[in-house]
């Protein structure tokens, strides 16, 4: 099965949609999607020459993980079902003796 990676173009296509003055963070997680902070890229190269970049969370280990994932956006990533309420029974009437 091939997987086509994501290239830092196609990134740059696709943040140049977005407000340019928004935060960056990062989803991770698809069974406990939490929310993180992102502080940092490099370009190295992996084990077969190829150049790679890495997005990277700060070194401040309680700054960068935020909280949960907005559940719209685990929904949008399909992390997640969309969830409805479950339909509310009529309440019981008060017997007074």
């Known amino acids: 099965m091939d997987h086509t990676e994501l290239t830092v173009g196609d990134l740059v296509d696709l943040l ?22 992102l502080a940092q890229v490099v370009q190295s190269v992996d084990e077969t020459g ?3 970049v890495y997005l990277a969370e700060g070194r401040d280990a309680g700054d960068t993980q935020l909280g949960h994932l907005p559940p719209d956006v685990a ?12 339909p509310r029974r009529p309440r019981r009437a008060a017997s007074g003796k």
């Open 16 to 37: 140049s949609a977005c407000d340019r003055t928004a935060p960056v963070r990062q989803a991770m997680n698809p069974f406990f999607p939490m929310a993180h902070r």
């Open 50 to 52: 190829q150049t790679v």
């Open 75 to 86: 929904i949008e990533l399909a992390w997640q079902s969309p969830v409805q309420a479950p």
